[in-house]
């Protein structure tokens, strides 16, 4: 039942921006901290951010920092990740995703968005 539908991704030149989105649905969504995960190609997962319920408090990796702003709206149910200063490095499959009940862990996935960045 739970669904998180994740878009935005496209191709972008180095030092452009994108902004991701995730809806969701079949769940509470402002009882859960939610994040995006990326997956660039080759390699595997990486914690992008993560927000908490009330999305008062967020947190990233450092090679984001300053570049990308994680945010919701609790009264839509949507999640956005907000990218500029794209690197070519940023290249990778973005998922937006759901954190289990009382758990640290990911229970639900979207399906992924594929990032481009390219000269």
């Known amino acids: 039942q739970v669904q998180l539908v994740d878009s935005g991704g496209g191709l972008v030149q180095p030092g452009g921006s994108l902004r991701l989105s995730c809806t969701a649905s079949?769940?509470?969504?402002?009882?859960?901290?939610l994040a995006w995960v990326r997956q660039a190609p080759g390699k595997g997962l990486e914690w992008v951010s993560f927000?908490?319920?009330?999305?008062?408090?967020?947190t990233y990796v450092d090679s984001v920092k300053g570049r990308f702003t994680i945010s919701r709206d609790n009264a839509k149910n949507t999640l956005h990740l907000q990218m500029d200063s794209l690197k070519l490095e940023d290249t990778a499959v973005y998922y937006c995703?759901?954190?289990?009940?009382?758990?640290?862990?990911?229970?639900?996935w979207g399906k992924g968005t594929l990032v481009t960045v390219s000269s």
């Open positions: 079949g769940f509470t969504f402002s009882s859960y901290p």
């Open positions: 995703t759901k954190f289990g009940y009382g758990s640290r862990s990911m229970d639900s």
């Open positions: 927000i908490n319920s009330g999305g008062g408090t967020t």
